[in-house]
Every structure is written in C-alpha cells, then in structure tokens.
C-alpha cells in the first residue's frame, strides 16, 4: 500500500431505492436509457438520485433482451409519514421512467426489488401516458402495462417494489497528481462494479459538500476546509494534508449495509494501491446526522 488510511469514519443514512430492470432491443438504446435516466445525482437538493448497478445478458432477463439493472434513491424524513415520502418518491421516479426510458424505442421495464417493503401502482403516473389507450396483458409471467406510443409499444410491469436501504457511504483519496484522480476513481469504481447491490450515483466526485452553509436557498455548498485551492486562504481551518493537490469522493448507496461496507472495502484497497495516492479519509458530520457510522480501518479488517 502506497497511502494512509486515516482512523475515521463515513457517515451514513437510511433511504428507500427502486430497483428496476431495464432491457431494449439494440445495446446502443439500452446505454442511453440507463445513462440518461440515472444521470443526474440530486438527493442534495431534496429530489431523487440513480446509477448503474450492472448490465444484465439476455439468459437472465424476462423476454430474452439485453437489460440493466438501475437503482433509484430518494432520502428519509423521519418527521413526515412514510406514505407522503413514497408518494414524493415516486413521482420523481416516474419522471425518470417517463422521461429518460419510454421515449427510447423498444424499451421495457421490470421489477427488481429484492426485498420489497411495499409496491407502487405503476399504472397512475406511468401507464396512463397512454392516456387511456393503454391496456394490461399477462406477459413473461408478470402483469405488464403496454403504453401505446408512436414507435409501439413501451411496456412496464404494473407494480414495482420499494425496499429500504443505505445511502451515503463515501471515502475520499487525497492525491498528489491528476493522474492519481482519475487513475485510482477508476480502479475503484471497476472494482465497485463487481459487487452487486450498490450503485455510485456520482461516480468520480469533485465536489464533497457540508450541511452548514451560507446559502441554505440553494442547498449543500462547497466542504471548504478541503478545497486544496484555498488552503493558503484559510491557514489554519484548512484540513488539507501537505503534499495534497486534490481530494475526489466516491460515494456509495446500497441494499443493505453489508453491501455499502464490501462496495467500500474493495475500492478503497484499490486507491490505497495506486502511485499518488497519499492519503484516505471519509466524509461525516461529527456523528449527528446519519444513523451508520462505518469505520475505515474496521471494514479493511472486515469488521
């Protein structure tokens, strides 16, 4: 290992996901969907984010195409009625299917819910884009709704599961170089890949946030004592290690905490090992606002 883990720990939270399978009759249209349905993370800002888990072959999807599984996240209020959270969710979630996947040709979309806590009628703001015309067959063993369209026909499976999960677990790499950004994101986000059950909405993140700001209009701002940039600005509130250029954070969500704790295992022992590395640490907030506390030097040991 070329870096310093630092004994801290990133804080995480409960959400609620959907988990859905996509497929499409060409790989090119199948990219598209997935990539602009999930293509913009914004739980930040009170709204709903997506990503990638893994692309499916056709042995294992329902009509015999090529598919993905997509995972969407939406945050947890504690103080507002769980029924008001998955209505606000899933309207958000339509506009993503409605948006991002029914206006490519020859898409369709099945549930992938592993553990549902509950299930959404599709039909109420997904199906009726059909304004009416549209109708319910008994396809590949499922109830699928078939939305009627110009270059017919999009087709969705009439519930959809909701489970609960866990959001937020991050670390950060400080490096000396550009080419250990993007060389270590990289290894580690490959390595991610391979676990199932996780997604990294941001992918390679520049910009980790704070919850304190200055302008609470416009939601979480810049982590200042990080900014490398203003380090001399700041003398002592800065935190940034001598020597550190640059501080990317890859951020985790997943079915369960077992599944974010192997997701982080396995990329941070890929950073850990990449030439410019110098340093990992996590994003938390002194243990206030996430219910997870996930140590990094206790999941390298497994823990």
Not at 33 to 51: C, L, M, Y
Not at 79 to 107: A, C, G, H, M, N
Not at 158 to 173: K, P, S, T
Request: glycine share 10%; net charge positive; aromatic share 10%.
């Amino acid at each position: 290992m070329n870096a310093f883990i630092e004994d801290t720990y990133a804080e995480a939270f409960d959400g609620l996901y959907f988990r859905i399978l996509v497929t499409a009759y060409d790989r090119s249209t199948l990219i598209k969907a997935a990539e602009d349905s999930t293509a913009t993370p914004s739980t930040v800002i009170g709204r709903i984010e997506g990503g990638i888990e893994r692309w499916v072959p056709k042995s294992e999807t329902p009509d015999g195409r090529l598919g993905v599984i997509l995972q969407f996240w939406s945050g947890m209020d504690e103080r507002k009625p769980l029924e008001e959270i998955i209505r606000r969710f899933y309207r958000e979630f339509s506009y993503r299917i409605r948006q991002d996947i029914l206006v490519k040709p020859f898409t369709a979309v099945f549930d992938a819910c592993p553990n549902p806590i509950g299930k959404i009628d599709t039909l109420e703001f997904i199906g009726h884009c059909g304004d009416g015309y549209e109708w319910i067959e008994e396809q590949y063993g499922r109830e699928m709704i078939i939305v009627p369209i110009m270059v017919p026909d999009f087709k969705i499976e009439r519930y959809l599961g909701y489970g609960r999960g866990v959001m937020g677990g991050n670390f950060w790499y400080m490096c000396r170089t550009k080419k250990a950004v993007l060389e270590a994101g990289r290894r580690a986000l490959k390595a991610i890949r391979q676990v199932e059950g996780v997604i990294t909405p941001f992918d390679i993140c520049s910009a980790g946030s704070k919850p304190e700001t200055k302008f609470p209009h416009i939601g979480p701002t810049t982590n200042h004592p990080y900014c490398p940039s203003l380090k001399d600005k700041l003398g002592p509130e800065s935190k940034v290690p001598e020597g550190v250029r640059y501080i990317p954070e890859i951020v985790i969500n997943g079915l369960t905490l077992d599944h974010v704790k192997k997701a982080m295992r396995v990329g941070i022992k890929e950073v850990l090992a990449t030439r410019g590395v110098v340093r990992v640490s996590a994003g938390n907030y002194g243990g206030k606002l996430g219910k997870y506390k996930i140590y990094l030097r206790g999941i390298l040991d497994g823990v």
